[in-house]
C-alpha cells in the first residue's frame, strides 16, 4: 500500500510541475519582447485597424490573464490552438514533428547507451592502463564538445557521401518501401551519430566510475579468488551493481533528448520537434512555441518520474 | 533564415512589385537545341515562409509567386536599365497625362485548371488589393493615387490615377495575379479572410495557378517541389521541373552544393567563396541590390543622449569607420564601399538612380577628433568623451541577421569609434525584438535607441527605400526616426516625375540629404555570389541572383547541358 501511495503522490508531484511550468512558459513567451502582430503588421499602410484586427483574430487584444485562462480551458479540451504562422492546428504539426524526432533520438540514444557502457566498462577494467586513459580522453572530449559544432564536423567530413539535409530526398525516383527506408537510414547517419557522441562520454564516465566502486567491492574480490575469468567478474557481478546510477541516468537523460535535438535538428534540418520549436521561437508563434514546450516539459517530467519509480523497483534497499 | 530577417521581407512586402535591377549581366541560352527534360534542385537559405501572398514575407516567397502566378509584366534581366517586359499583358500604354494606364491583355490564357484567364480575373485579383490596401492587402501598396481598375473588355485593362504616376508600373507589374474561383470567399467582407487563407496544395493536385510552373508539393520550412505548367502562355520551360530545399544552415547549404545533394544555391556566403571554387562549381559573382547600414536615432524629440543629434558628432562618427577595412576583413573583399541610401545596382526604367556624386567623408580619426573637440565633448579620464554630463558610452542595437560578417565590421568600428573617444557595446537580438528595441511602440516611438545596425534588400525602383526615410513610415519601415518635411514633399514630386531624367534629378537631392544629415552611416553595399554544377546552363543571372523576384528567365531557360 506504501508504495502506491508514494506512486500517486509522485504523479501528483509531477502534473503539478507540468502545470506549473505550462503557466510559466506562457507567461514567458509573451515577456519577450516582439510580437507575431507587429511583424506581420510591419508594411506600409498598415492601419491602426489592421492590427486591431489580427491581435482580435490572434486573441492578443484580451489581458494575459484572459489569454491564459481561455489557453487552459482549450488546452483541457486537447486544443493546442492554431498556429499564427501558417494558421493550422498545432497538435497535428507537433504529433508529425514528434513522430519525425522519435526514430532519429533513439537511434542515437542507443548507439549511445551501448558504445558509452562498454567505454566505461572498459575504461574502468583497465584503469591506470594508457588504453583505459584513451577511453576516457575520448569520453571527457566527446562531453565538452558542443553539439552544433560536431553536428558542423560531421557534415563537412562527410560531404557528398551522405545526405545534410532534412529526412528523405525528394528527387528519389524508386519509389518501394525498400528504397525509402534506406533513404531514410542514410539522412538519419549524421543526425544520430552527431546525437550518439555527443552522449556517449556522459554515459562512459558514469559507468567507469559505478564500475570503479562496485570493481572495489568484496564480492567482486571474492569472485576474483576464485579464478574466474575477468568477463563473468564483470557481467555479472561488477556490471549488474554499476548498473543503477546508470539506468537512471538513461531514464533521465531520455527526457531531455528532445529538447537536445533542437541543435542538431537546426543544423541538418530535421523537420522533428527542435527545429519546429526554433521555427517558432524566431516567428514568436506563440501558440506552436507554448505547444512544444508543453511536449518538451511532459517529457522531461514523465521520464523523471519513470528514473525515480524504476531506481525503487531495480534497488530493494530503497523502500517507497 | 529568413535569409537577412525582417528588413529582407521588410522591402520585398512593401515593394510588392519590385523593381528592376541594374547591372544584369549573366548569360541567356537560345532555347533552340538546348537539352530538355531534368528537374533542377535549388537550395536556399531563405525559405518560404507563407504562400499566402497576403502573409509571406521573405524573397523566396515572392520568387515564387512570381513562378506559379501570372503577372501583368516582368522584367528582363537579360538587359542591362532592366526595361519591363510583358507577360500576361502583351503591351501598356499611358495617356498624355499620364493619370490612365492601359494594358492589353493576351488571348487563349488560362489557368492550370481551364479556367479563362482574361482582362476581368487581373482587375478582381488587382481590385481586391487595392480594396483592402487599408488591411489585408497592405503589403501590396496598390494605392497610391490610383482611382479605379476596370477591364474594359476581356482584353483591356485601365488604371485611372488622380495624380501623374511615375511608379505605377512598379507598383502593378510584377503583382501577382490570383484565381478568383479559388480566393473569392477569402476576399468577401472585410477581407480579414486574407490574411488567414491556406494556400498551399492539397492531396495530389497541384495549386491553381497560371505561371510557367505549378505547386506540386510542399513542406513547410523544408521544401517546395514545381512541375512545368503545360498550359503557360509563355516561352515553355526546358525543365521538366525544379524543387527548392530550405537549409538553415549556410555551411550546411554549401556543403550539400559540394556534395551534389542539390544543383544550384543563391547568396553563397563570402567566407564558402573558395570551398565552392575549389569544388568544380561554376561560381558567378556580382554587385547586389543590398546594403549594411549603421544606424543613428534621429528623432528630434529624443529624451536621452541629446549630442547624438548633433551633425558633428555624426560627421566624426562616419569619419571613424573605416570602411576599407570592414570590405576587406569583414566582407574578404566581397562587398563595395558604402555611400547614399540607393545602391548603385539599383536602377528601373533604364535609368540608374544611385547618386555618384555625394562627396564621402573619408576614413580620418584625426579629423573626427578635431571636429569632437570643437563640439566641447572633452575626454574624461578614462579617454571616453563626456557630453552633457555623461559619458559617451552606446548600445547598439544589433540584428542577429547580421551576425558574422556583420560581427566583424562591428568590431572595427569599435576600435574606431574608441579612437575618437566613444565607447559602443553590441546588444544582439532578432529581428523582432530588434525592431521593438528600436521603434518602441505607437506611445513611445523612437524614444529610447540610440545606434543600430541592420541592413537592407532594396527594390530596384528607388520610391521603396525613399519612402522608408519618410515621417510617413514612422512605426513600419522607417527605423531611424527620421522625420523632414522638406524630404517628404520631395518624396511626393518624384512619385509625379514621369520623365525619368527629371525624376533622377529629385532623387540625387534626396539622396544628398539623408547623407548630410546621417540618419544612416551606409557601410557597405553587397556583392552576390551564386554557385550551381556544372551539369546545368542557361542561368539569367540578376542583382538577386538567379532566383529571383524580378522575372522567371532564369528558371524558363536553364537547362541540362
Known sequence: ?320 | MKRRGLRLRAILTALALVAVLAGCGGSSTGAGDAKRGGVLRIGTSNGIDSLNPFVGINQDDFAVWLAIYPTLLQYDTTKPGMPYKGSLATSWKFSEDHKTLTFTIRDGATWSDGTPLDATSAEWSLGVMFKFADGAAGNWGIKDNVTSIKATDAHTLVITYSAPAATALYALGNTPILPKHVWEEAASGNGKGLKTFVNEPSGDKPMVGAGPFLLTKYQKGELAMFKTNPSWYGDKPLIDGWGLQTFKNKDALVTALKGGEIDAVGGIPPTALNTVKSGGLVVDEGPALAMRDLIINSNPDKPKNRELLNLDVRKAMEMAIDRKAIVDTAWLGKASEGSTIIPPAGASDGQEWHNDAIDVVGFDIDGANKLLDQTGYAKGADGIRVADGHPMRYEIVFADDESGAGDRAFQIIQNGFKQIGIEISQKKMDSSAAWEAIYCDDDCQYRDFDLAMWDWFPAADPDFMLAAMTCDSWGDWNDSGYCNKEYDALHQEQKGATDPKARKVIIDKMQQMVYDARPYIILTYDERIDAWSSKWDGFVESSQGFFNNFSTQSLEKVHLK
Not at chain 1, 166 to 174: A, C, I, K, N, V
Not at chain 1, 215 to 238: H, M, N, Q, S
Request: proline share 5%; net charge positive.
Open chain 1, 1 to 320: 500500500m506504501r508504495g502506491w501511495s508514494y506512486l500517486a503522490k509522485r504523479v501528483s508531484f509531477s502534473l503539478m510541475t507540468i502545470f506549473v511550468a505550462t503557466t510559466l512558459n506562457f507567461f514567458l513567451f509573451r515577456v519577450l519582447p516582439g510580437d507575431a502582430v507587429r511583424n506581420l503588421s510591419r508594411v506600409p499602410h498598415a492601419s491602426p485597424d489592421l492590427k486591431a484586427q489580427l491581435r482580435r483574430q490572434f486573441g492578443l487584444d484580451k489581458s494575459p490573464w484572459e489569454q491564459y485562462l481561455l489557453y487552459l480551458r482549450e488546452l483541457a479540451h486537447g486544443n493546442m490552438g492554431i498556429s499564427f504562422a501558417d494558421q493550422k492546428p498545432v497538435r497535428g504539426a507537433i504529433v508529425e514533428a514528434l513522430w519525425n524526432t522519435i526514430p532519429m533520438v533513439l537511434i542515437g540514444t542507443i548507439v549511445a547507451i551501448v558504445i558509452g557502457v562498454a567505454t566505461g566498462v572498459l575504461a574502468a577494467w583497465w584503469r591506470g592502463s594508457w588504453k583505459g586513459s584513451i577511453g576516457t580522453s575520448f569520453a571527457i572530449f566527446f562531453y565538452a564538445v558542443p553539439t552544433q559544432w560536431l553536428a558542423l564536423v560531421l557534415l563537412i567530413a562527410f560531404a557528398g557521401l551522405l545526405p545534410s539535409h532534412g529526412m528523405s530526398d525528394p528527387y528519389l525516383l524508386d519509389d518501394s518501401t525498400g528504397a525509402k527506408l534506406i533513404d531514410l537510414g542514410r539522412h538519419l547517419v549524421l543526425p544520430a551519430t552527431t546525437l550518439a557522441l555527443t552522449l556517449y562520454g556522459e554515459y562512459a564516465l558514469i559507468t567507469r566510475s559505478a564500475m570503479l566502486e562496485t570493481l572495489g567491492e568484496d564480492y567482486v574480490l571474492t569472485a576474483r579468488a576464485k579464478g574466474l575469468l575477468p568477463r563473468v567478474i564483470v557481467r555479472r557481478y561488477a556490471l549488474r551493481n554499476a548498473m543503477l546510477p546508470v539506468t537512471t541516468l538513461i531514464a533521465l537523460s531520455l527526457g531531455y533528448l528532445v529538447a537536445g535535438a533542437i541543435l542538431i535538428e537546426t543544423v541538418f534540418s530535421w523537420p522533428g520537434i527542435g527545429y519546429a520549436a526554433y521555427q517558432a521561437v524566431v516567428e514568436r508563434d506563440y501558440p506552436m512555441l507554448q505547444g512544444t514546450f508543453l511536449v518538451l516539459t511532459f517529457s522531461v517530467v514523465l521520464f523523471n518520474l519513470i528514473a525515480d519509480l524504476l531506481y525503487a523497483r531495480l534497488d530493494p534497499r530503497i523502500t517507497l
